[in-house]
């Protein structure tokens, strides 16, 4: 049934039309679970931006980051980061 939906056709749905995520955003954005970045062992490649489904800028520690709030907490920044500073 779903072998013509792409994940991103998916993920996408989730993002914009789901209504249970008009909760969970906010909530995301206080949340005490969060992918931190150690700057001193970073060497800014772009790999886990890249690697991100949802494109979450994780370099950035800040609550404020580039779609912070759309993490879904799949680690795949952290399994692909050559330097392990996630």
Excluded: H, Q
Excluded at 14 to 33: D, E, G, H, Q, W
Excluded at 44 to 54: D, N, V
Excluded at 60 to 84: A, F, Q
């Amino acid at each position: 049934m779903y072998d013509f939906i792409s994940i991103g056709a998916l993920i996408g749905m989730a993002r914009y039309i789901c209504p249970i995520a008009v909760f969970l955003k906010p909530m995301s954005y206080f949340s005490l679970i969060r992918i931190k970045c150690d700057k001193e062992k970073c060497i800014s490649c772009g790999k886990c931006k890249r690697i991100c489904p949802m494109n979450v800028d994780v370099t950035d520690n800040s609550r404020k980051r580039e779609n912070g709030t759309e993490c879904i907490l799949c680690m795949e920044c952290v399994k692909n980061c050559p330097k392990n500073a996630l």
